[in-house]
């Protein structure tokens, strides 16, 4: 089992930029797929990035590309999501998550799920 638990949410304006981590206690940090979604009130949580267990591979929700990145840093247990040209739409509670299948895009194909930080943009 693994524990997550993220920081770095906040409020910011409308373009600026945030980073949000992810510190990881528990198991081996590296048997993990790591991904970051986002639920806005009222709405599904969705994926926004994923990142494999040693970092060569990202994917991302189209709505971010370009603008988040998702660092991992093995040595520090700590999985990254760098948010730059925030917009407004990207207010949400941020939740990382950790799974075992690479390429992963849906709530279910991720076992661990941290408690969530909130992000508000405004405009």
Do not use: H
């Not at 840093?73 to 700590?78: A, I, L, M, V």
């Amino acid at each position: 089992q693994v524990q997550l638990v993220e920081s770095g949410g906040g409020l910011v304006q409308a373009g600026c930029s945030l980073r949000l981590s992810c510190a990881a206690s528990g198991r081996t940090f590296t048997m993990y797929v790591m991904g970051w979604f986002r639920q806005a009130p009222w709405q599904e949580r969705e994926f926004v990035a994923g990142i494999s267990r040693g970092g060569t591979r990202t994917w991302y929700v189209d709505s971010v590309k370009g603008r988040f990145t998702i660092p991992r840093d093995n040595g520090k247990n700590t999985v990254y999501l760098q948010m730059s040209s925030l917009k407004p739409e990207d207010t949400a509670v941020y939740y990382c998550a950790a799974g075992t299948a690479e390429g992963g895009v849906v709530k279910d194909r991720y076992d661990y799920w941290g408690q969530g930080t909130q992000v508000t943009v405004s405009s």
